[in-house]
């Protein structure tokens, strides 16, 4: 770009460019741009639908309408001027009467200890030499005689309700300690003979255990018409006074 005649021609410093024609270019595309958009919203939209504001009313009140006769009597009846106003009774004698503390009037009277009621005094007891004199001499005392109770043979399980074929087997024992009650399982065939016989709980001595699962073993039941080969069950020993040792009578 030519400076005009006349005019001093100023330098350029270095780096320095000339005014780049680029940004009159760009000014007017965006000048543009702003220009579509501005027809876009104020011609092609629809204008804003606005709601006018309302305009503000004012209403009386007057006493010749019945409904508004109500309403005025009801703001009368509750005018804080009418409360404020009114006179309270004052008691007579209000500021002449004294203070008097709750604590001087007793509220319950103090308990006392109860008066002392002289116990009766005791009569003398009876001469001990009179007392022993006059107590009778034991009477004798009867002989009691407890029933003894008898041996039980219990069975249970399969064997229940089967009846013996042989004679019920005499318990006895050399024990003379109580003994406990001995439990044994039997396995016994379909013609009634014992052909298993294990001990189960013992009686607390090991030779009447011994004797008892012997005897168990020779016992014979009647036969069997239910087709089983072997009924189990158990047989239970209860020990009575007969199978006991006898004692001899105390003198």
Known sequence: MNAP????????????????????????LSL?????TFFLFQVAYPPRVTIPVRTTQVALLS???????????????????????SAHPVPARLLELEYEPSYLKPRTPPRTMPIAVPLPERAPGPDMAALLHSVAPPSPARDARVPRAPSELILSGGLLGRKLSSAAPVWKTASTAPL???SVLLGVAPEGEVRFAALQKSSGDHQ????????????????DATGQETTWGFAFVVWGDDAYPARSPVP
């Open 5 to 28: 005649a006349g005019a001093p021609a100023v330098p350029l410093l270095p780096g320095e460019r000339r005014f780049p024609p680029q940004l009159l270019i760009f000014g007017a």
């Open 32 to 36: 543009l741009a702003h220009a579509a």
């Open 63 to 85: 006493g010749d309408d019945p409904d508004q006769q109500q309403l005025l009597r009801w703001v009368e009846s509750e005018d804080p001027a009418l409360v404020a106003a």
């Open 180 to 182: 406990e009650e001995i």
């Open 208 to 223: 009447t255990d011994t004797n008892t699962v012997a005897l168990l073993s020779r016992l014979r039941f009647e036969p």
